[in-house]
């Protein structure tokens, strides 16, 4: 397992899922870990799980919530950008409603963490790691994910954009870009046969992601094993943007 002893690092969307399993893996190898999420009864659970995560409530859709909190927390050497909200419906459809907030959340929220991220490690003249939660819908169209998959692209691009500005400043950003991933609301939304046959058809490996594929692929981002790897988009889909 790789070592993070000594550094500090901060989740967003820990409550659940690829958030949580994150903060966890991060905590047992050694990191001081900041979860942050908008359930205050996930965080609790969270803490029970793994007593020495820190953990902070607030909805990223709120900016001034959201730079109030982070006021209040320490240096952070690593930054996982989890926090999501997937709006699954037609382009007719899509109400202003879901897609201010998909934007807010998939976007605005990145954008504005990283930035006071980066600002302190700047003054601080330390170095940093970034890892962005994308999806392969970022770069494949599916139907009923026009504001998801338009949310994605765009984090795709920031990603490269943040590499490019911060990497003299020996901050790296990259991104994963998973396929439809086994938590438990994948389970409960891929269970059915109709449904995930036709996606499995497209996967090369035949089968969908499992959290630790995706976790194991932002912890060796994160890590010094990485060392030469920036703005990059690294697909954890079982080969479905190869086909």
Not at 203 to 208: N, R, S, Y
Not at 226 to 235: C, D, E, I, R
Request: glycine share 6%; proline share 4%.
């Amino acid at each position: 397992m790789e070592c993070f002893s000594g550094r500090r690092a901060l989740v967003t969307g820990a409550g659940k899922g690829i958030g949580r399993a994150v903060a966890v893996r991060l905590s047992q190898a050694g990191a001081q870990v900041v979860a942050v999420s908008r359930t205050q009864t996930d965080l609790e659970s969270l803490q029970k799980e793994c007593p020495g995560i820190q953990t902070l409530c607030v909805d990223l859709a709120d900016w001034e919530a959201t730079e109030a909190a982070l006021s209040t927390v320490e240096d952070i050497d690593l930054l996982v950008n989890n926090a999501a909200v997937a709006v699954l419906q037609p382009l007719l459809q899509v109400t202003k409603e879901a897609f201010d907030r998909s934007f807010s959340v998939n976007l605005r929220a990145v954008l504005q963490i990283s930035q006071i991220f980066a600002q302190k490690l700047i003054a601080r003249r330390a170095p940093g790691v970034i890892v962005n939660v994308s999806s392969q819908v970022s770069q494949r169209a599916m139907l009923n994910h026009t504001v998801y998959s338009a949310t994605k692209s765009a984090l795709d691009m920031l990603t490269k954009s943040m590499a490019l500005e911060l990497g003299p400043h020996k901050i790296r950003v990259n991104c994963v870009n998973p396929t439809v991933v086994m938590t438990n609301m994948g389970r409960l939304n891929w269970s059915d046969p109709q449904k995930s046959g036709p996606m499995l058809s497209r996967i090369p490996l035949g089968k969908f992601a499992e959290l630790d594929d995706v976790v194991n692929g932002i912890l060796f981002l994160l890590s010094d094993q990485s060392n030469m790897t920036t703005g990059a988009t690294l697909p954890i889909d079982g080969g479905f943007l190869s086909t």
